[in-house]
């Protein structure tokens, strides 16, 4: 990281840094999913609490002084996250205690507690944060609230945030962070000022991967894999041995050989095996070979899985362009499915059958 960005953020936020005299109560900050936008929000706070830094310079945070010290630890006393329970949790101990402090009439919601940790924004962590940002700042200057996924305030607690963002405080800055606006309500979007991340180029992506330490043979697969978003691309490398999962190149293999006019493919077997594991794991693996399928039968490059090029070619013409697009639509339509209680072996065997009709 640049100072607390992502490499190829430095530029774009240098630009944002020199407009602090300008900046509105409230950011948007969107884009592709696995591109940096909680690093680069995290990034601007920082930067714009650093002590050392002269306001309104493209300067980034020094790193030294106590309000850089303090923001790196999750402690300083102008600067709060609000995420869900759950995220605070997966992000740290120090983070989720934070956390806590924020949401003060849920403390049993700590990474110690029992009790299942809540996914979603509660109204209760909105409205923590009032007398917070009534008072005056500790250290005289801005401050920051840092909000992600916004997309996960339910209605109740995004009504309490348009209350703030209606009357804001002097000083205070809103940095809301969203891979969906569309799902925000309209009248939040319109107290916001957008601001959309940068995608990172292939070479600064597989530049950086190379310094997490993915393989240089292989990041380029990964990278495909997840959308040529590079931080996916790193957490899809951990969460999985290879970018293709093995059971996917076996059935792309076996369904571009079978003759679609002979019965089919026979699905039992394998919708038991991927009923075995969480939904949301294997659910996006079927969206990316859809959309590699209407690709390459619209003639184009696919998208997810090179590797596969051959076979998805093959397999994509047994079927008309129309027959693709629609199993695309189709498959993004259960990703809210994924979550759900339902029977997995049923939902496997669903999506499988649908996948190879």
Known sequence: MVAGFLPWQAQFAQHWLQRQASLPHALLIHGLSGTGKREFALGMAHALLCERRAPGSPDFACGECDACRWSAVGNHPDLMHVRPAALAAREGAAIASEEASVDEPNVDESPTSKKKLSEDLRVDQIRALEPWYHRATHRGGLRIVVLYPAEAMNAIAANALLKALEEPSPETLFLLVTDAPDRLLATILSRCQ????????????????????????????????????????????????????????????????????????????????????????????????????????????????????????????????????????????????????????????????????
């Not at 070479?203 to 894999?225: V, Y």
């Not at 369904?255 to 493919?265: E, M, N, Q, T």
């Not at 939904?279 to 693996?285: E, K, R």
Request: net charge positive.
């Open 194 to 357: 957008r601001l959309t991340i940068p995608m990172p180029t292939e070479g600064q992506s597989l530049s950086w991967l190379a310094q997490q330490g993915l393989e240089q043979g292989q990041a380029g697969e990964w990278l495909a894999a997840a959308g040529h978003a590079p931080l996916r691309a790193l957490a899809l490398s951990l969460q999985q041995a290879t970018p293709c999962p093995p059971w996917a190149n076996d059935l792309m293999t076996g369904l571009a050989k079978s003759d679609p006019h002979r019965g089919g493919f026979a699905v039992g077997g394998l919708a038991d095996e991927l009923a075995k594991s969480a939904a949301i794991q294997w659910l996006p693996v079927f969206q990316r070979l859809g959309v590699d399928l209407t690709l390459a039968r619209a003639g184009l490059p696919v998208r997810y899985y090179p590797k596969l090029s051959a076979v998805t070619r093959q397999r994509a013409q047994q079927a008309p362009l129309t027959h693709w697009s629609s199993l695309a639509s189709w498959l993004n339509s259960q990703l809210p499915l994924a979550t759900h209680p339902l029977n997995a072996k049923l939902f496997a065997h669903a999506c499988l059958q649908r996948f190879c009709d």
